[in-house]
């Protein structure tokens, strides 16, 4: 396929549909395809086949496990978080997700294999003590060891760390913190619902420094409520002053079961208190802009890194190129054999199924060959540039012609250009990925409900 010349972005902009301007109610970020609202319960039987078969040859191996507690919930979460489990209630959590990690341990889908990566996600991890903590990492490496990692992920809450959890922390194995940092003023923290103050980041990222974790993330988030001009920009300037390995900027977006919506919902309002999507963009790429100025990278559409040859995503990449993920704990997500799944999303029901030694999955999918390829695709253009020789020797397709249509599409726009193998985004289109993706769903998916 040939490169033609992309229109100018007066042209784009003209051509492109209106883009949505206010931020309404809805989930934005694509995270997985098919989405999940198309995942069903009729499907459990690809789950338990596919734990029944031997691994794809050089498939690797993830584990996730989803930690659900928090000190608060923020009005912006949509994920299932629970801020009233004393401690009796979160020991039953960890002896209940180490018992379901027994299960799977001697399945055939493990076939020998270790975790090539390992990702704590949440609610808030660092909420579980030390003594909770070691337990937790130590029965998890007695069913599969952590020898052959190459990532293990911690996502943290700033004012749950202290230096001695976070040595402890070090010493379980971490390679990547990640600080849910968000905003760096005390009111925006405040109002949007955070727990944590300016203080308690400056004190866990010098603890973790001092501890020389071998990449510390910080994540922020553009768009939040009473978020201003002034305030992103100081957020970057004393970001990059801070000098983490890499940053992750979320737009603000409002789902459906977020306290922000509760509150609209009662006020009757239809547009968000936070940011447009215009705003949110021009935030987002003024940050990128900053970043580069002081030597960082542009990695994906949401991350900056400072040194490219030493800070990786594993986790990101290896599920976006299909990689085995074995999901523990309640409400997570995983996919084994080509097949994904999801457990129970309710606190008891979960830890009633593991009781009583059965997996606690409660809705499944198995994407035909099409729409692996198109999970796949959709996901590593995120990082703002693909090889169309990868896709066509790992499908068998050729994946220029296959998404003829979505690929002019978006080379009409103005966002995309084709040169040789290489199929790039632009920075304008990079800022609004999510939204042009779904030019590349099949005609059942497109207008879905995402979660």
Not at 14 to 37: C, D, H, L, M, R
Not at 103 to 121: D, E, M, Q, T
Request: charged share 25%; net charge negative.
């Amino acid at each position: 396929m040939s490169t033609s010349v992309a229109p100018t972005p007066e042209t784009a902009r003209e051509a492109a549909p209106a883009i949505e301007k206010q931020t309404t109610v809805g989930n934005y970020f694509v995270s997985n395809y098919p989405p999940f609202s198309f995942w069903k319960e009729e499907s459990l039987g690809d789950f338990y086949s596919a734990l029944e078969r031997s691994p794809r040859p050089g498939n690797p191996l993830g584990i996730y496990l989803h930690i659900p507690f928090c000190r608060k919930r923020c009005h912006f979460c949509y994920f299932r978080v629970y801020t009233d489990k004393d401690s009796t209630a979160i020991k039953n959590y960890i002896e209940t997700a180490l018992k379901e990690m027994s299960l799977y341990a001697s399945k055939p889908f493990i076939g020998g294999r270790k975790p090539n990566f390992v990702y704590f996600g949440g609610g808030t991890p660092s909420y579980l003590s030390v003594d909770q903590l070691r337990h937790l990492t130590d029965g998890m490496k007695s069913f599969l060891p952590w020898d052959e990692v190459e990532e293990v992920t911690f996502e943290c809450e700033p004012g749950t760390l202290t230096e001695h959890k976070l040595k402890a922390i070090r010493e379980m194995g971490v390679t990547r913190l990640s600080l849910g940092v968000e905003n760096l003023d005390d009111h925006i923290l405040e109002i949007n619902g955070r727990a944590h103050h300016t203080k308690e980041i400056a004190r866990a990222y010098g603890y973790a420094r001092e501890l020389e974790f071998p990449q510390i993330n910080i994540d922020l988030i553009a768009g939040m409520v009473e978020e201003t001009e002034a305030n992103w920009r100081e957020n970057v300037r004393k970001t990059i002053e801070m000098s983490p390995d890499s940053v992750t900027i979320y737009q603000m977006e409002i789902p459906y079961n977020t306290t922000i919506y509760r509150q609209m919902k009662v006020e009757g309002k239809l547009v968000a208190p936070v940011a447009d999507w215009d705003t949110k963009r021009r935030w987002v790429s003024y940050a990128y802009s900053e970043f580069e100025k002081a030597g960082y990278t542009v990695g994906s559409a949401y991350t900056v890194v400072k040194d490219k040859s030493k800070t990786k995503f594993v986790y990101r990449d290896k599920l976006w190129a299909g990689a085995d993920l074995l999901s523990l704990g309640v409400a997570s997500f995983g996919a084994i054999n080509g097949t994904h799944y999801q457990n129970h999303h309710d606190f008891d029901p979960y830890l009633a199924k593991v009781s009583e030694n059965e997996f606690p999955v409660y809705r499944a999918l198995t994407p035909t060959a099409d729409e692996r390829l198109i999970r796949e695709f959709v996901l590593q253009l995120k990082l703002g540039e693909v090889s169309a020789r990868y896709f066509n020797e790992k499908f068998n397709t050729d994946v220029v012609t296959r998404f003829a249509l979505p690929l002019e599409t978006l080379r009409g726009w103005g966002f995309l250009s084709i040169d040789g193998d290489r199929i790039r985004l632009n920075r304008e289109g990079l800022l609004q990925v999510d939204r042009l993706l779904h030019e590349f769903f099949l005609p059942e998916h497109k207008n879905a409900r995402y979660a």
